[in-house]
């Protein structure tokens, strides 16, 4: 209950009311740091805990990326007293998908050669970075794409149809998840554990998402060097729109600039991008490799050269489509807001370290589609109605 409703007040309430049973916030909170400690320990053992075999799937797709939540300094009580800047902590979460591939590319061809309608979208891409559509785009984006429907439709016979690109990438079929509050190399090495229970290891074909938190990248060297790495096309989009909005003097050149690098992005033409990226901001009386004030108009788009610099290798997404891999990590993104629904909020805090990482460990148990929590739950060792007195690290 504690790992789905919105505070240990919340849960007792609901246990009142549902179950019918009393059960105080002090308590449901004792357990629920109890029990993400005992978590944690399991996530550092090798064998699976359950016993079982792990059957190694045909593309094993391992994702991660960072969230945020405030924790308070421990032992400093229910006060205020924050850790680290206004007691904002990063947390690092990961995802395992067991993936069935599309197949869709199997022929040698790129099934989708063409931007998914999705990605075209300005007001999408605005969206996705939070920043804003510039006032005059509106109408001119919405003719544009009037005009560009509808001469598909002449040429198909079938506008319909046509109206929508969408790339079909493999498809899940069981995706669990760990989170914690540990610094990179830590995480990684729970990551790798995760990654070895499940069989991921030895699967047909392995790849690696992320966006471009150095830590994901420090992570992929140091424990999924096996792994292909894809720099999710997601956050591509916001950087790209991002450059677009500082470079484009009106909101027709914005959407130009912003289709232009989609779309060559999209067919692995990254140089290009740099390139031409590299040349605008000359164009505008700046060096594209000097260092900008943070609060230069330009910052944004020489950050997005390097940002493309240092990911370019991690973007032949013609090549993943043939393959029928994903590009992007909208599932993990989905993750995300699932746990931070649990531990962000107004007026949340946690004891750091204890508190925030056992209710990492107990969100992100729950979130797995294996049913660990339940299972492990079901045989938790202790006496039912006795506090137990020491730690217990195994399960039964």
Known sequence: MAAEVRSFGRASVVVSRVVGEELSESTIRRLVEETGEELRELQEREDRWDGTEAVSPQLAVVKCDGGRLRTREPGSGRGVKLSGEKGWRETKNATFEKMVQSGEGADGEDPCAEVPSTFRSVRKAAELSGKAVPEDLEEREAEASEAEASEAGERSGDQEQSKKVRYHGPRRLLRTVISSMSNWREFGWLMYLEAKRRGFHEALVRCFLGDGLVWNWLIWKEYFRSYIPILDFIHLIEHLYVAALVLGVKGAEVARLYLW???????????????????????????????????????????????????????????????????????????????????????????????????????????????????YLAHRPGHPFLRRSSRVTTAA
């Open 261 to 375: 690098a989609v779309s060559l992005c999209w067919a692995g033409r990254v140089d290009e991008v740099i390139e031409g990226l590299r040349a605008a901001c000359r164009d505008r009386g700046v060096d594209p490799d000097g260092e900008l004030a943070e609060d230069h108009p330009l910052k944004p788009a020489v950050s997005t050269i390097r940002y493309l610099q240092n990911n370019r290798d991690r973007m032949d997404y013609p090549r993943y489509r043939r393959e029928g891999l994903p590009v992007t990590s909208a599932s993990m993104e989905s993750v995300i807001k699932q746990i931070n629904l649990r531990v962000k909020g107004t007026e949340m805090f946690w004891t750091h370290p204890a508190g925030a990482e056992a209710i990492l460990q107990v969100r992100a148990a729950a979130l797995c589609e294996d049913g660990r929590l339940d299972r």
